[in-house]
C-alpha cells in the first residue's frame, strides 16, 4: 500500500487497512496546522487585550490552580488520570482572553506537566510532543469560543476533546504494545481511544456537572466579570493610540 497507510491481512479480522506510523504523524502536522491557521485568523478577529499585568495576573492564577490541582488525581495505569478540575482552570484562561492567550498559557501548562511526569513516560521526541506539549496546549482553543454564549462550556469540551486525541494518536504509535491480556482482542482497534478518553471524559463529566450548580456559575460569572472588566476600556485605548 502506501507510505501513509498499512494493508493487514488477519485470519480472524480478514483484510482491513490502518495508517503507518508515517500516516499518523502526517495527520497530527495537519491537525497542528490547522489549529495554527485557526489561531491566526480568530485572533485577528478577536478584538481582545494583549498580555496586559491584569492578563498576566490572572493567566498566572489559572495556571498555578491548575498544577496544584493536577496533583491531586486518580491514575490510570498506563499515564493519564483523573485530577480536581485541573483541565477547567486552563480552558477558562482561554475563553477569558481569547486564543491568544489561551494557547500561551496552555503551551506553559504542557512544559508543567512535561517536567512534573514526562520523565518517566519518555520513548521519543515526537511521543513526548503528542502526551504533552500538543495535548496540553490543545486546551487553549477554548479561546476560539472567547466570549460567546455558552463558551466556557462549549469551549471546555472541545478543547478536552482535542487534547484526547493527541493522547489517542500517541497511543496508537507508541502504547500499542502495552494494552493489557484482559482488553478484548476483538476491540484491539478502539483500544486506545478508549483508554484515554476513559480519564479525560470521566474528568469532563464530572466538571460540567460540577459547573451547572448555580452558585458554582455564579462565583465564575462574577470572577469572569472581574477579569474582563477593563478589557474593552485597554482594547480602546490601544487603538486610539
Known amino acids: 500500500m502506501s507510505f501513509f497507510i498499512t494493508h493487514i491481512q488477519d485470519p480472524e479480522w480478514g483484510d482491513y487497512y490502518e495508517l503507518a506510523k508515517p500516516g499518523y504523524i502526517a495527520l497530527i502536522v495537519l491537525i497542528i496546522l490547522a489549529i495554527a491557521v485557526a489561531a491566526i485568523i480568530v485572533g485577528r478577529k478577536q478584538k481582545t487585550e494583549r498580555f ?121 504509535m507508541y502504547w500499542m504494545d502495552y494494552m493489557p491480556d484482559w482488553f478484548p482482542k476483538k476491540l484491539t482497534n478502539i483500544y486506545s481511544i478508549a483508554y484515554n478518553y476513559s480519564y479525560i471524559l470521566t474528568e469532563m463529566a464530572v466538571t460540567v456537572g460540577i459547573y451547572f450548580i448555580p452558585p458554582v456559575r455564579k462565583a465564575i460569572a462574577k470572577v469572569t466579570e472581574m477579569a474582563q472588566s477593563d478589557t474593552a476600556i485597554s482594547f480602546k485605548k490601544e487603538k486610539a493610540k
Request: proline share 2%; with cysteine; net charge positive.
Open 52 to 172: 496586559s499585568s491584569k492578563t498576566l495576573a490572572f493567566a498566572g492564577i489559572a495556571l498555578a490552580l491548575a498544577f496544584a490541582t493536577s496533583f491531586v488525581k486518580l491514575e490510570m495505569p498506563m499515564g493519564g488520570s483523573v485530577t480536581l478540575f485541573s483541565m477547567f482552570f486552563i480552558t477558562y484562561i482561554g475563553y477569558v482572553y481569547g486564543i491568544n492567550v489561551g494557547l500561551v498559557t496552555a503551551f506553559a501548562y504542557s512544559l508543567l506537566q512535561f517536567i512534573q511526569s514526562g520523565g518517566s513516560y519518555f520513548l521519543s521526541p515526537f511521543q513526548t510532543c503528542c502526551d504533552y506539549f500538543f495535548a496540553f496546549t490543545a486546551l487553549g482553543l477554548s479561546g476560539l469560543w472567547y466570549k460567546k454564549k455558552n463558551g466556557l462550556i462549549i469551549g471546555y469540551i472541545v478543547a478536552c476533546v482535542v487534547r484526547g486525541l493527541f493522547h489517542t494518536i500517541g497511543g496508537y
